[in-house]
């Protein structure tokens, strides 16, 4: 690695301070499982100069009930989310989403916060010594488009910038579908807002803005978490999926329904949703609704098989919210 | 009967659609397809598929995978005033000293490599033509600067090094109905192999043992625009992989239990199993039916009598599919080289076992430490195994596979005759012109003494004992004292048991030292296959090796624990994924290049058989390796019985089971 200056911040307003200073040529650092990488590997086109160090700000790793739902500090490490019995009991597609992350040692570094906020994985533009200068790093093109993208989004690139990269969080989609709120320094914004496709960001946080901490409204139904992934450990999703459905009378009163990993972003799959409201939840249902979400897929030359693989998914989330 | 027409490139027929350019299953970027072609037949095929009641055809595809070794590949060198020493990483670390020397002019009496632990290697990059030209680096930046360099690789150079056996291969099969195979044709195109392949590659196993008459092979390789190949030989993938889908696809399109088929087929050079009983008689091996032991005591594991049905006929409560699978195939073999080894007894009695040697984590210093001291009489304990030094003498390397054989016969000659000395230096003393010793149990030959726990005693009245250590005091010199050393040596080339008569059609392969093999072994495996994901669990993997004599049973059982991992890693997860359009690795790393994890792998459960029927001291065959290699198809056969469709393309993922189910 090259050298960098480390700066430990003993307070949001410190840490905010610097990275003011330092503009876009500071990242801030909490479990560093994802940026260490990223720099080891030398992927981008510009090293930071800086690191701000939050781990040393206090008060931001903490789970606390507010207002019949639960805070969760940014700096609240996986691994204890996983084994929260609040986050378990009330929300357990976070929970699980939070426990088939990764590993148990990267579970017990990389942070809720870090985890939402992390970089794309897709292996041009995560490849050593920026060797492929795709459009995600300001180059002139998606690299996946032509070559081998069996691990990208099967909904399309971003309009904009026609990145195919997708989304890799397991906690994302949980947190998308569980209706939670993201505060920052400066706001509070809804998880689905949370995320975006943009030059070297995947969030639309600016440059010298801090996620605080995620707020979960009171359990709005029955929460359940899938990822499909190669291994049963560490590896990033191929497909997961978070569902919460209230039943009433033994039909679905409300669904909240979250893909990730399929598009470039967290892909709240609406078809399926409103194809189980009103109606008994069972493997029928789920099937409908699992064929509703993927009908607008539009599989890349080497991915089409994560389409059934997506709509399995959601089906099962489904019914295993009842 | 020719696959292919005279003169044109063989097609692999892998996709249909691709029959017009065969090697678009192997790359979309074919850059030149070398001028020569290779092909192997034993007996008439054609014949033999006029024989047999149904002709077979499929095709399989072996992508590229690596080595991935834990240990990256490192070089130190330091050149000091016309001496270089070396620190080697690489399984042939007595080669270094003889390319040093010659690279630079260096008498090689003046290198000296020394070869610490090596960390898993998985053969792979020792065999790339490269590889030891990073000492080449290190000594010449050494000499320049006249200071100690060390080289080290990152993960990525590693990856970049090279990779392993990429290819296309399509089968032609007939078979009578009660599952006798009456011939096998293969059509296979490498990519990127450091040489021609050898002309039977693919088609080995079906010669060294079975009674299958009727054998034709075409290879072709082809260089593409990704990285360097190897392993294209020897008994790594292409042999294994060929061999158990011929068998698993038989047994599947008959309908047909695949241990049947296999007790039917089994055999050497074409001929049946009378012709084992001859060779095993001729070698004076106990005859006894290793095939069928193996499997009796698999199934017994597997339950595979209650377990066992057809392709396709079993969904379990949960929807996903059942699927079960059988393999075999012989043991390793001597094939190659010579290992030299030493005994020396130190003055204080312990003993050293002297030979060069890399430390791959196989635990063959046990193995050779368990034969020297049982051997010599010693504890254990009192045997070390120096093998990171450099005494002079090369052992085979690595261990635990074909150079057991050679190795273990050559301590043990080594043991025997430095036992030899020991007992004659007990009975009789030495005499030199200075000096003399009466020996310590003067009166008794040394026929009439023995060695047991590390103490000398007389046969006849074993009250009558002194230690090795005080008996070797006696005799050794060291500046002031008296005698020279206690120290022998001795060596094997293995290959030796060659019969020319009995090889028949082995003949054109003489240049590879094949030969029968008399060992066999038979591996299991139970999956669950869920058709709405295309995911596949491996619920249970049973390995069953008769290695002859298990010297050490419990390095025995880590090469079989070990083998069925790395096995389900590269049959289900394992390959290197370059951009077709810039040749770029895309996962040159551990996150990316996927190795199975335990929870991946399911239970495994092993038996040891042994029949004595090995090459090697005391009947044993190696391990080394052959698990790991045979076992990574076995994934094929278990998704053909649980699916009735074969998905023979490895890694068998998600998305190509889900494509051939018509999924996607």
Redo the contacts between chains.
Sequence with gaps: MRNFAHINATSLEEAVEVLKRYGKRASIIAGGTDLLGKMKDEILPTYPEALVNIKTIPGLDVIAERNGGLAIGALTKLEDIATSEKVREKYPALAEAARRTASTHLREMGTIGGNICQDIRCWYYRNPNNRFPCLRKGGGRCYAIEGDNRYHSIFGGSVEKGCYAVHPSDAAPALVALDASIRTTRRTIKAEEFFQVERLRTTVLDADEIVVEIELPPPQGNSAFLKFALRKAIDFPIVNCAAVIAVSNGKAASARICLNAVYVKPYRAFKAEQKIVGKTIDDATGEDAGAAAVADAQPMSCNAYMVPIARTMIKRAICACT | MKLTNEGQLPKSAFDAANDANPYANITSRLFFVPDEEHAFEQGNVETGFAEADKVMEFKARRWYHTWAQPELPTAITRWNSGYAELWVKHQHVYEHRQAMSHWFGLPMNRVTAYAPYQGAMFGGWNWMNWSTLIHYVTAVLSRRTNRPVKLVFNR?DDFYGGSMDCAVHRFKVGAKKDGTITAVAIDSIYCNGPKAPEPALGLAHFIENSRIPNLFKHNVPAIVNKGPVTAVRCEQLANTLCFNLVFSHVACELGLDPTEVALKNDGADGRDTTHLAELKRRYGKPNRDSLRECIEAGKKLMGWDEKYHAAGAKRLPNGKMHGIAFIWDHEWNSRRGAGTAGILFEPDGSVSLLGQHIDIGVSSQTAYCQIVADELGMKYEDVVWRQPNEPGFAMMTPDGSCNLCANGHAVRRAARKAKRDLLEFAAHGYVEELHSSPGAFPGYEPDQLDVRGSMIFVKADPSIRKSVREVVQEVQCVQYWRHPQIFTHSWKQSGGWSDPSGTGGMDALAAYSRRPQLGRQAHFMEVEVDT????IEVTKVVNVNDVGKAINPEGVEGQQYGGSIMAVSRS??EEV?W???TG?I????L??Y?I??I??CGPIDTAIVETGLGYGPYGANGIGEDVGDHCTSLLGPAVFNALGIPVDDFPI???KV??ALG??
């Design positions: 990525r709405e994901t295309g995911e289900r997860f994924v951009d077709m359009n770029v895309l996962n040159g790393n996150i990316d996927k199975a994890t929870l991946d993922t998600p998305g889900l494509k999924k996607t």
